[in-house]
């Protein structure tokens, strides 16, 4: 199974700041299979990226994905209130696993 | 617009069963394969099981194999999971989520959720 790690716990940034999240694998994710979700309280997750740094339909340029192999990166430039959130990474290229996810907080 | 719409979650006693329903809308159900994702309360996520398009390929999360099973009837545009042995640890939010064609999916679009709680 692959174990997918992110970083930090929690960040807390300022509006208009940039957010950078960090989600790490424990082996190399087959054709960059790396998707990552946004949850806000009491909401289903909302799908951001997938193949590593594709943006699903709807959804700011203000968040971009890369990486590849195990390390891979969610940015989220000049950060807005609405932010705040849980971020997920999640591996589909051998089985599906999530990460432990990241907190966003906005001062 | 895609909508998934769960049902079926509730209050079950340890070892007792329960079945989940999703009925789908809004794109061509027998196209695309669908899972269950859960959610402890308070914790992350962690995906349950998988049906592909036409049925023919599921897989589960080891903790669930042998006791969830994972269904679908094309006609009826529905998924289904049904809970066999339940445990206080299945505890969770159950959702419904689409995939892409493909079984080696992310997941484009989610249910808003259905709890199931495991207690005496």
């Known amino acids: 199974e692959i174990v997918l790690t992110q970083s930090p716990g929690t960040l807390s940034l300022s509006p208009g700041e940039r957010a950078t999240l960090s989600c790490r694998a424990s082996?190399?994710?087959?054709?960059?299979?790396l998707a990552w979700y946004q949850q806000k309280p009491g909401q289903a997750p909302r799908l951001l990226i997938y193949?590593?740094?594709s943006r699903a339909t709807g959804i700011p340029d203000r968040f971009s994905g890369s990486g590849s192999g195990t390390d891979f990166t969610l940015t989220i430039s000049r950060l807005e209130p609405e932010d705040a959130a849980v971020y997920y990474c999640?591996?589909?290229?051998?089985?599906?696993?999530f990460g432990q996810g990241t907190k966003m907080e906005i001062k | 617009q895609v909508q998934l719409v769960e049902s079926g979650g509730g209050v079950v006693q340890p070892g007792r069963s329960l079945r989940l329903s999703c009925a789908a809308s809004?794109?061509?159900?027998?196209?695309?394969?669908m899972h269950w994702v859960r959610q402890a309360p308070g914790k992350g996520l962690e995906w349950v099981a998988v049906?592909?398009?036409?049925?023919?390929?599921?897989y589960y999360e080891d903790s669930v194999k042998g006791r969830f099973s994972i269904s679908r009837d094309n006609s009826k545009n529905t998924l289904y999971l049904l809970m066999d042995s339940l445990r206080p640890e299945d505890t969770a939010v159950y959702y419904c989520?689409?995939?892409?064609?493909?079984?080696?999916?992310?997941?484009?679009?989610w249910g808003q959720g259905t709890l199931v709680s495991v207690s005496s």
């Open positions: 999640q591996q589909y290229g051998n089985s599906w696993t």
């Open positions: 082996q190399s994710v087959n054709s960059n299979y």
């Open positions: 049906i592909s398009f036409d049925g023919s390929d599921i």
């Open positions: 809004g794109f061509t159900f027998s196209n695309y394969g």
């Open positions: 989520t689409k995939g892409v064609v493909v079984i080696a999916s992310y997941f484009q679009h």
């Open positions: 193949g590593a740094s």
